[in-house]
Nanobody
Framework: QVQLVESGGGLVQAGGSLRLSCAAS????????MGWFRQAPGKEREFVAA????????YYADSVKGRFTISRDNAKNTVWLQMNSLKPEDTAVYYC?????????????????WGQGTQVTVSS
């Protein structure tokens, strides 16, 4: 069974940093484009960042570009989201997602597998 498990969320003040991790199992990790989405209360789930199978290509939502960095290590079956200069509007549940094609999509419906999310709360 495919499983994606996020960790690393928590409370942080505006301007601070967090590093989210997503550990994958039950799939050939290197065959999956990986991404991060987030969902705030009362809002739809939105795209944050994605990385290609090899890690050679990345794509970011305009709202996080320059502040967030996505990375992966296929030997560790892990993808990370380094979040710097956090803002209150970054507060959301962050979800790890995967799709078994080498193509990045910002449409949540194009993603096949999802983690259960980790809460990120940015104060002030």
């Amino acid at each position: 069974q495919v499983q994606l498990v996020e960790s690393g969320g928590g409370l942080v003040q505006a301007g601070g940093s967090l590093r989210l991790s997503c550990a994958a199992s039950g799939l050939t990790f290197s065959s999956y484009t990986m991404g991060w989405f987030r969902q705030a209360p009362g809002k739809e789930r939105e795209f944050v960042a994605a990385i290609s199978r090899s890690g050679g290509s990345t794509y970011y939502a305009d709202s996080v570009k320059g502040r967030f960095t996505i990375s992966r290590d296929n030997a560790k079956n892990t993808v990370w989201l380094q979040m710097n200069s956090l803002k209150p509007e970054d507060t959301a549940v962050y979800y790890c997602a995967g799709r078994p094609v080498d193509w990045i999509s910002t449409n949540k419906h194009d993603w096949n597998y999802w983690g259960q999310g980790t809460q990120v709360t940015v104060s002030s």
